[in-house]
């Protein structure tokens, strides 16, 4: 069997990860593409590199852009990439403008479409991510659903015939890198240290970043938590904070660049807390059992809220406030699988591709 992978941002260059292994040891043939959605070699090349990932066999180089020339700029590419290769299954992951792209190309080129974390819902339609992920999930003939939250929301949605649930391939990669990075030092930026308190953030949604009065008042409020806080900074936050005139590095603040995913996962582990708009980061603070608090109104994955261990900040002016509460109380749940969702994954595939 023949698996084409479109991939082009770094939470689906995480997932690529363990469903590249497990295609491998089940010995189908899987051609992986990347879009260039992300281009930042911090946001793409050394994840490859760091995880394992074998060399994207094509590039499509798009880069940056709005969403609807980026997204039609990745479609235009795509059907000469599936006539070249002509797979027996074309796989998208997550909610990015490469999902969307993929998954329409195959749909309009007659190839069944399979979708990795498949029913995820913010129910926020303000966000491009959501028709990203909608959109996909009623194209794709296979769902793949990383928790029992998900399936209840296919269900509803008519989709349960299409779907199954695999677990989180994002566990399984965790919980390797995990492991092998424990005895490692964290890279931290001069004057913050690993055996003092620190929180790690991130922050790069459109709707945090593109508003001048709001991205104001979150990194004023980062600024003002008591502890310091590394402020990874994606490329995206860095343009808009120097179109708007903000200055990052104020307060408790500490800027560094994006870290590779192992190195990032060190850090988040020594950290007090973490903060972040990332979907990817609010999972993995938990899968860590860091407590988190993510800068947005809704999250995907409501199972780290209702345990305790994720509190939204939907309001800058509550950030602070909400970072400095108590510690949540510790859990043994396992909502996002056992870490070893990519083989169910890449089973349901070949399963899906017998009938």
Known sequence: MKILSVVGARPQFVKLAPIADALRAEGHEHVIVHT??????????????????PAPDVHLAIGSASHGRQTGAM????????????????????????TVAGALSAVKMGIPLAHLEAGLRSFNRKMPEE???????????????????????LRREG?????????????????????????????????????????????HRAENTDDPARLGAIVAALAEVEH????L????????AGEQGITLEQGSIRVADPLPYPALIR????????????GGLQKEAFLLRVPCTTVRTETEWTET???GWNALAGDPARLTEVVARPAPSATSEQPYGDGHAAGRAVAAIAAAGRH
């Open 233 to 240: 900074a994606h490329p995206r936050l860095r343009q808009r």
């Open 305 to 307: 809220v209702d345990l």
């Open 75 to 98: 479609l235009a590419a795509m059907d000469e990439v599936l006539e070249q290769h002509s797979p027996d299954w074309v796989l998208v992951y997550g909610d990015t403008n490469s």
């Open 267 to 278: 850090a988040a582990m020594s950290a007090a807390g973490v903060i972040t708009d990332s």
């Open 159 to 203: 989709l349960a015939a299409s779907s199954v649930l695999v677990g989180d391939v994002m566990t399984d990669v965790l919980l390797k890198v995990r492991d092998l990075v424990q005895d490692q030092a964290p890279q931290l930026p001069e004057g913050v240290h690993a055996d003092q308190p620190y929180h790690l953030a991130t922050l």
């Open 131 to 153: 028709h990203n992920r909608v959109l996909t999930d009623h194209a794709a003939d296979l769902c793949l659903a990383p928790t029992d939250v998900a399936m209840d929301h």
């Open 36 to 53: 260039g959605q992300h281009y930042d070699v911090n946001m793409s090349d050394v994840f490859f590199q760091d995880l394992g990932i």
């Open 228 to 231: 310091p806080v590394v402020l």
